[in-house]
């Protein structure tokens, strides 16, 4: 009996995508509750700005590691969580830029440049914030064919620099305790690690395949 290894993959997918979406809404469910139940706190707007911030670099770190898992765990069928693991980074980074915007700076857009200008973070921020964006508008399978499969995985690996550029903005943000930001630093060292060794086992083994 041989076992249709697609079709269970398939199955695998359709019950598990309702999940993760759902799971993915819910730090925006508990922001939503807790702002219902006047519970944010003394500064409200910084605490949904550090939220949102912070469920931007946990999932760009979730999305990154969809590969080393697979490469681990042989289960071919998890990279296709991975674009919409991706979505909800860039879904969070829209909010988190969106309170700064709105409920920060009221569309003072002057007032806006000049942080860009002048505050680092905030450049540093903002930069990897438009290159989410490009990589959000190249998602598609239509982008990815007409950009074609080479093009498109080379634009898509912005995504570490993005991920990096991330972790330097919440360092700079909190300053103090440092916790945090080194905790998503060290994963994101880690994931660049694995990266790079199943690059150089992959290369090892065309070698000694080509010298057969």
């Given at each position: 009996?041989t076992v ?13 995508k ?5 799971a993915?809404l ?5 922001l939503?509750?807790?702002a219902w139940q006047d519970?944010?706190g003394?500064?409200?707007?910084e605490?949904?700005t550090?939220n949102?911030?912070?469920?931007t ?7 990154l590691?969809?590969t ?6 042989g289960a ?5 969580l991975?674009?919409?693991?991706g ?5 969070y980074?829209?909010?988190h830029?969106s309170t700064y ?5 009221f569309?003072?857009w002057?007032?806006i440049?000049k942080?860009?200008?002048k ?6 921020g903002?930069?990897?914030f438009?290159l ?9 399978n239509?982008?990815?064919?007409r950009?074609?499969g080479?093009?498109w995985k ?9 991920a990096a550029a991330?972790v330097v ?9 440092l916790s945090?930001p080194l905790l998503?630093g060290?994963?994101l060292?880690?994931?660049?690690a694995?990266?790079?060794?199943y690059?150089i086992?992959s ?7 080509s010298s057969?």
């Amino acid at each position: 009996m041989t076992v249709n290894w697609k079709a269970l993959d398939d199955t695998r997918l359709r019950r598990l995508k309702p999940l993760v979406f759902l799971a993915a809404l819910l730090p925006l469910g508990l922001l939503l509750t807790a702002a219902w139940q006047d519970q944010l706190g003394a500064n409200p707007i910084e605490k949904i700005t550090h939220n949102t911030g912070y469920w931007t670099l946990t999932f760009l770190l979730i999305s990154l590691g969809v590969t080393p898992l697979r490469q681990l765990s042989g289960a071919n069928w998890l990279v296709r969580l991975r674009r919409m693991l991706g979505l909800f980074a860039f879904f969070y980074a829209c909010l988190h830029f969106s309170t700064y915007l709105v409920l920060d700076q009221f569309f003072d857009w002057s007032a806006i440049a000049k942080d860009i200008l002048k505050r680092p973070y905030i450049t540093v921020g903002f930069a990897a914030f438009v290159l989410l964006i490009l990589l959000a508008v190249t998602s598609t399978n239509a982008m990815q064919r007409r950009l074609g499969g080479k093009n498109w995985k080379r634009l898509h690996r912005l995504v570490y620099p993005i991920a990096a550029a991330g972790v330097v903005h919440f360092a700079w943000l909190v300053k103090k305790d440092l916790s945090r930001p080194l905790l998503f630093g060290g994963i994101l060292v880690l994931l660049l690690a694995l990266r790079w060794f199943y690059k150089i086992k992959s290369a090892r083994l065309r070698r000694s395949y080509s010298s057969i």
